[in-house]
């Protein structure tokens, strides 16, 4: 069972990357999932989030309007899109899942702690 990101990659400021984070023995449409990011000397943060049933989104402040998180359920995959990107933005990007019940389906999780699987992570390098 693992998360697989991809779509990571070398890029100018103002360009956009979409990133992928595919399941792998996991189903994930049954899990809510979250992008984190960690740049070097400093701590993991949280970037983007979306609820199990898709219908619910929360984005940290430095990326919306920027960032957009979805899901395609029949390809197994979740997608972080990312438009306007700046040197700021440079990090190792990691995808996290959280099994949910269908109680909690719209319910979207910010927190790393509260996440069970993780992604081996992803570089972006955004150029200024």
């Known amino acids: 069972v693992q998360l697989v990101e991809s779509g990571g990659g070398l890029v100018q400021a103002g360009g956009s990357l979409r990133l992928s984070c595919a399941g792998s023995?996991?189903?994930?449409?049954?899990?809510?999932v979250g992008w984190f990011r960690q740049a070097p000397g400093q701590e993991r943060e949280f970037v983007a989030a979306?609820?199990?049933?898709?219908?619910?989104?929360y984005y940290t402040n430095s990326v919306k309007g920027r960032f957009t998180i979805s899901r395609d359920n029949a390809k197994n995959t979740v997608y972080l899109q990312m438009n306007s990107l700046e040197p700021e933005d440079t990090a190792v990007y990691y995808c996290?899942?959280?099994?949910?019940?269908?109680?909690?389906?719209?319910?979207?999780?910010?927190?790393?702690?509260?996440?069970?699987?993780w992604g081996q992570g992803t570089q972006v390098t955004v150029s200024s």
């Open positions: 996290a899942a959280k099994g949910v019940t269908l109680s909690s389906s719209g319910t979207y999780y910010t927190t790393g702690n509260e996440y069970y699987y």
């Open positions: 023995g996991l189903t994930v449409s049954t899990y809510a």
């Open positions: 979306i609820s199990r049933n898709g219908g619910n989104t």
